[in-house]
């Protein structure tokens, strides 16, 4: 069974936003895309290891911060 858990409301993420939610020890990205749909993952990018929260939503994609210089 799957337990939901509220990371925000709605309004605290801006159309193409991302921000940082904390659970139980792990940290997740929570972003709004152009369409208005939310989605969560995993905080942190895969190889860069820096936290998703600083990048840019591009799509349904985040692009990691350090992606960018």
């Known amino acids: 069974m799957t ?6 409301d709605a309004t605290n993420i801006e159309n193409k936003d991302v ?3 904390d ?3 792990k940290t997740y ?5 152009p ?4 989605f969560c993952t995993d905080g ?6 820096e936290h998703l929260a600083d990048g840019f939503v591009m799509g349904h994609i985040i ?3 350090g992606h960018n210089g």
């Open 63 to 65: 692009e990691c911060p």
């Open 35 to 38: 369409e208005d749909e939310y």
């Open 29 to 33: 990205a929570s972003f709004r895309s």
């Open 19 to 21: 921000i940082r939610f």
């Open 23 to 25: 659970y139980q020890g």
């Open 3 to 8: 337990t939901w858990v509220r990371a925000c």
């Open 44 to 49: 942190y990018c895969t190889h860069e290891s």
